[in-house]
């Protein structure tokens, strides 16, 4: 499962609608398992999509929404009420889809990517308009999605949704790659810092600069330490005889790192 | 065929299309009453006046036919079409075929209502009535022309996306732009849409000497002109909706 992260307006949108053969690139090609959208045989089998926020006609069904689709691509007729049942929307099913509030829509659209048992997902800001319990429910829907086999391509801006979900990060901005690593790799390159307590911190910050460290307060008592490890930290704090009360590694959160990347100008990798 | 099954499913899943015949068939109903049973013989005048009272219908059909192609761009499932059939063009083959027969089958409405009421009532009046192959000339007319009317308005759908402008356009193109011509000298008029049906109808105007024939040739060349040009373009432009 790959997330894909991106400001507003960074391109996310338009590269998934590139990549489905929607949109026309103005160079280069999107390929989806090494041919272009439109010259897939089986394309819903293939390729199953749910952008941002999925317009339906509102005075149709959603199950004629989904039946309309299921013939266009020669599926059969039970498997709409497979997917109808999988995003438990088979009591709404004979309402218009005027009436269904944002988290069913999502849901539907959700259906319409399934439909085809395709082998790979995109699926554009699946989370928008979906209650906690909601959001509860597609992580563990993508999670067996990813565990059946399927590769799945999930946009969003809820960071921490990525960070729940995802093995591989792709960051873009303004159009452009930034970051293509896995979700472990990319919140470890910010370089860990070590948040250290000891009794008397103006000594301790001073030897530290001193061996070459980035110090910052964190709070009272505690000092955030970057660009020196564990053993090195406690080895001057014990050259200047200065009891540590605490060493302990900060990881970087997904938000902090995506910040940074995204004020990096250039970015990483 | 699957693809044609997918816009029949479309079409008659949407209350428009249901509205839209049923008032079709409704006006229908009433010209019967009201025109045929109340005006004199005088000023109901031939047979064929009767047999072609269809003239809200072949409106609502122009307008059915537009919305088979722009409703899919108005509420943005086009994205959604576009992704079970990457192909656009047979899409759009589809949806002129889709309206091509929902055209046939307003029309044959329309012949149960005419023929059920209409030519009933004007017969009663003392209406001289045409020989039977004359009026299955003129239904037959009626059948193909709301076929073809409601695919021309398939086809202006797919040049102009916007509902609302391409209803406008395709209207004023075909009731008030393409009867013009007839007012030319010579039979500049008889390839136009509007002189076109009426030759479909077995009515012929101005200086024309179209046949119903003809008349069908000439708006199935509209059609499909104005269908290429739209299918070129919605193969060219992004979907971004």
Redesign the interface.
């Known amino acids: 499962m790959t997330g894909f992260l991106g400001p507003n307006g960074a391109g996310k949108t338009t590269t998934m609608?590139a990549l489905?053969?929607?949109?026309?690139p103005s160079a280069g090609e999107a390929l989806v398992e090494g041919r272009r959208?439109?010259e897939?045989s089986e394309?819903?089998r293939t390729?199953g999509?749910a952008?941002e926020a999925?317009?339906?006609?509102?005075?149709?069904?959603g199950r004629?929404?989904l039946?309309?689709?299921a013939?266009?691509?020669?599926i059969p007729r039970p498997r709409v009420e497979e997917v109808l049942e999988l995003v438990e929307l088979r009591e709404a099913a004979r309402r218009r889809v005027g009436g269904y509030s944002l988290g069913m829509r999502q849901r539907l659209a959700l259906a319409?990517a399934l439909l085809g048992d395709p082998r790979i997902l995109i699926l554009d800001e699946p989370a928008n308009g979906l209650d906690p319990q909601g959001m509860r429910w597609l992580r563990d829907l993508l999670r067996e999605q990813a565990a059946a086999g399927r590769t799945v391509l999930v946009s969003s801006h809820v960071l921490s949704e990525i960070a729940q979900v995802a093995d591989e990060l792709i960051v873009i901005r303004a159009g452009r790659l930034v970051s293509q690593t896995t979700l472990a790799e990319f919140t470890e390159r910010g370089g860990r810092r070590m948040r250290v307590r000891a009794g008397d911190l103006e000594p301790l910050t001073a030897a530290l600069v001193e061996a070459g460290a980035t110090v910052e307060r964190d709070g009272e008592s505690a000092l955030l330490v970057a660009g020196l490890d564990g053993a090195r930290i406690g080895e001057t704090a014990l050259a200047r005889g200065i009891a540590l009360h605490e060493l302990a590694p900060v990881g970087a959160t997904l938000e902090d790192r995506f910040l940074e990347v995204m004020d990096d100008g250039e970015g990483g990798t | 065929m699957?693809?044609l099954?997918?816009?029949w499913?479309?079409l008659f899943?949407?209350?428009?299309t249901w509205t839209m015949l049923g008032v079709g068939l409704l006006g229908e109903a009433l010209f019967a009453g009201l025109f045929v049973g109340l005006a004199s013989l005088a000023e109901i005048g031939e047979i064929s006046e009767v047999a072609t009272g269809v003239g809200l219908l072949l409106v609502l059909a122009l307008v059915l036919g537009v919305l088979t192609a722009t409703?899919e761009f108005r509420?943005?499932?086009s994205?959604?079409?576009?992704?079970?059939?990457?192909?656009r063009w047979p899409?759009l083959v589809a949806k002129l075929g889709t309206s091509f027969a929902v055209g046939l089958l307003a029309g044959l409405a329309f012949v149960a209502v005419n023929g059920g009421l209409a030519l009933p009532l004007f017969e009663s009046r003392g209406g001289a009535m045409p020989p039977a192959g004359e009026l299955v000339d003129v239904y037959a007319g009626v059948v193909v022309s709301l076929g073809l009317i409601c695919a021309f308005g398939c086809a202006v759908g797919a040049i102009v996306r916007n509902q609302v402008g391409a209803i406008i356009a395709a209207i004023a193109f075909f009731f008030v732009l393409s009867p013009l011509p007839e007012l030319l000298p010579g039979s500049v008029g008889d390839f136009f849409p509007a002189q076109a049906i009426g030759a479909l109808h077995g009515r012929v105007e101005g200086d024309g000497t179209l046949t119903q024939l003809g008349g069908g040739l000439v708006l199935t060349a509209w059609t499909a002109a104005l269908f290429a040009i739209g299918t070129a373009l919605i193969c060219?432009r992004?979907?971004?909706?």
């Open positions: 609608r489905l053969g929607l949109l026309r959208a439109a897939l394309p819903l390729i999509a952008l999925t317009a339906f006609h509102p005075g149709r069904s004629n929404h039946r309309a689709l013939a266009a691509a020669r319409a | 699957n693809l099954a997918s816009e499913i479309k899943s949407t209350r428009t409703t509420h943005g499932t994205s959604s079409t576009f992704l079970a059939s990457p192909r899409v060219r992004d979907v971004t909706e």
